[in-house]
């Protein structure tokens, strides 16, 4: 596999950096198809600028979404600009994500960091931009105790934080108080927000690693929501950098004997956590979402790509929010962007305009609606799809009824609120909606029809019908005695 001067010097910078640092371990990483990260750990002397083309071999049965057993050789190929010094191993370790490839050395079809490079390929072929944009505002929960269990004559969760309102009664030496209330722990300061300290933390280790933060703070919820905002990036490297953050977090939680959790609805009966995520198109250096004194300063290129979203959300949900727990975050009252409907500023619309503190080269659209159990390769990928099938086929969202709507949603008499189009309320309607309508993701070949399947069998036989076979503690509340 030829390795052309740019990559060959991506690689001889890393071999240098392996050598300045006196890194011991070289760690290459790969993502799975439902997006966790998987590891194979090399002695930095057994790595050399072959490495980086030769790969590295694993056993491809054994990641979920991948091979069956009878053709599970495969190979990782460490891309050498996605190195970091690790900030949690003992040993000096450097960490490489990679692709995956066949024996042969061919892309892998499923492997979700080729198809985010085949959607940036997309664009460019289509003539319509060279580059997107996408820069997602990732929200998180930090526990001091979590206990779940799932038998077949029990079942439970329990989540616990010093932070929660639950606890300002609790008898203990001492208790300070200071708790935050359902649904008002945006922005206080601290003693309220407990958890300043650890957030600087994150930013200082993500800073370490390479990543640009822009701010942090404390969310909405109770018990310890956060947020921490990094740059825009392009698209793959973005989701490279949604990878990184993730594991960051978690880790800097768990080595000050915490634990953070994505999931979107931890909590009940207060807000969720989401990923909105913003995105623009440019080509030639030019941002071509902007039109000065349209409205919200948006482009007609720019309102079609969102027509693609709305047009396509049930469908796009299967990838920008593929969990069951998503759709206990998508139900209305609690700040969740269930509505299909786009609108400036509007935090209670599927897609936001921005419009605080924008320049033309800032001006981009913001939707709200996904959540951080998505694959960030696989949900970036369908955005930009999508947005590009509105594009082509100049789907204007106000000519299908959706916006722009600068109102309240919530506040909305029942007569109004029939008018607007929500999202889809289970993971399994979502899944379905897939199978009606996939074809804008498989243009170019960028989603194959079989990882679509692929995608649909394994949330359907892994997650929902699991879920669904599995008694449910309120179902006990409810039944028991009839």
Known sequence: MAVDVKARDAVSTVLDLIKTKNIEMVDFRLVDVPGRWHHITIPASEVEADTFKGGVAFDGSSIQGFRQIEESDMVMVPVPETAFVDPFTAAPTLSIACNVHEPSLNRYNRDPRYIAEKAEGYLRASGIGDTAFFGPEIEFFIFDDVRFDQNQHHGYYFVDSDEGIWNAGRNSTPNLGHKVRNKQGYLPVPPVDSQQDIRTDMVRTLQECGMRVERHHHEVATAGQGEINFRFNTLTRCADNVMLYKYIVKNVAHRQGKTATFMPKPLFGDNGSGMHVHQ?????????????????????????????????????????NPSTNSYKRLVPGY??????????????????????????????????????????????????????????????????????????????????????????????????ALEEDHDFL???????????????????????EPVNLRPHPYEFYLYYDL
């Open 280 to 320: 623009s198109v440019w080509k030639d250096g030019e941002n071509l979402f902007f039109e000065d004194g349209a409205y919200g300063n948006l482009s007609q290129l720019a309102l079609y790509y969102i027509g693609g979203i709305l047009y396509h959300a049930p469908a796009l949900l299967a990838f920008t």
């Open 335 to 432: 700040e969740a962007p269930v509505n299909l409907v786009f609108s400036k500023g509007n935090r209670s619309a599927a897609v936001r305009i921005p419009i605080a503190a924008v320049s033309p080269k800032a001006s981009r659209i913001e939707f709200r609606t996904p959540d951080a159990t998505a694959n960030p390769y696989l949900a970036f990928a369908a955005m930009l799809m999508a947005g590009l099938d509105g594009i082509k086929r100049r789907i204007d969202p106000r000519d299908l009824g959706y916006g722009p709507l600068d109102s309240n949603i919530y506040e909305l008499d029942a007569k109004e609120k029939a008018k607007i189009k929500s999202v889809p309320g289970s993971l399994g309607e979502v899944l379905q």
């Open 442 to 464: 498989t243009e170019g070949g960028v989603f194959s029809e079989d990882f679509i399947q692929n995608w649909i069998n394994l949330k359907r036989t892994t997650e929902l």
